[in-house]
């Protein structure tokens, strides 16, 4: 089946630690997107990337890391020097907005506790 | 900056009757409008999508309308149904890839 696979879905860090969260997708997408979501707000985009190679920072981008070296993969690290880590994060992916589809398909998403 | 402002407060309705849920946004000029659900826990899931040359849009139970003078759209749901109970939210795309959503709002749907 198509779709977008986000590992693990739930995960446990101590403070001062870095943790990598998955996000692999098998749709052909070219643009991939990663959000967090805290209790009773919306989705806040950290970063995202247009192609292969390439990825800009979102609204609140500040102590996270991407990659972008395969087209189906666009891993989140969650640096220390984020502050309040704790949260669920989305990964989505779309077609490019110039074949005027734009939907974004998300995964299932990861929920990250700082203990 | 860039705002889009949902009625964050929940909005209850009588099953059978039509919800209407509203967008509005300031210091934006999106080529695009999108309406997800999201159900508690889960990733969003794409409804629909109006451009801005568009005025109105359906599929099936659901209608949404972009007034880009206004900077305002609505999403109808009619005829609703209790399972069509979850948090609706409203996206914004320019022409360029990047979606900004609202904070959502959360409908219930009474037997």
């Known amino acids: 089946d198509g779709g977008i696979t986000q590992s693990p879905k739930y995960l446990f860090r101590k403070e001062g630690q870095n943790v990598t969260l998955s996000c692999e997708q098998n749709l052909n997408h070219d643009a991939m997107y990663w959000y967090r979501q805290d209790p009773g707000q919306g989705l806040r985009l950290i970063y995202y990337?247009?192609?292969?190679?390439?990825?800009q920072k979102g609204d609140i981008a500040e102590g996270y890391s991407v990659s972008r070296e395969k087209k189906e993969s666009f891993p989140l690290t969650v640096t220390s020097a984020q502050k309040n880590p704790t949260a669920f994060y989305l990964c989505?992916?779309?077609?490019?907005?110039?074949?005027?589809?734009?939907?974004?398909?998300f995964g299932e998403g990861s929920r990250l506790t700082v203990l | 900056s860039q705002k889009i402002e949902q009625n964050s407060e929940a909005l209850n309705i009588q099953e059978g009757k039509t919800a209407t849920l509203t967008c509005n946004y300031t210091?934006?000029?999106?080529?695009?409008l999108q309406w997800y659900r999201q159900d508690p826990g889960r990733g969003p899931v794409f409804l629909l999508l109006i451009r801005e040359n568009e005025k109105e849009k359906r599929k099936e139970r659901l209608k949404v309308t972009f007034d880009t003078t206004l900077k305002q759209s609505l999403f109808h749901i009619t005829a609703a149904q209790p399972a069509d109970s979850a948090t609706y939210l409203c996206a914004l795309q320019g022409s360029y890839q990047k979606v900004t959503f609202g904070i959502g709002t959360k409908l219930q749907v009474i037997p």
């Open positions: 210091n934006y000029s999106p080529a695009y």
């Open positions: 990337s247009q192609i292969v190679n390439d990825f």
């Open positions: 989505a992916s779309s077609r490019p907005v110039t074949t005027n589809t734009g939907e974004l398909f």
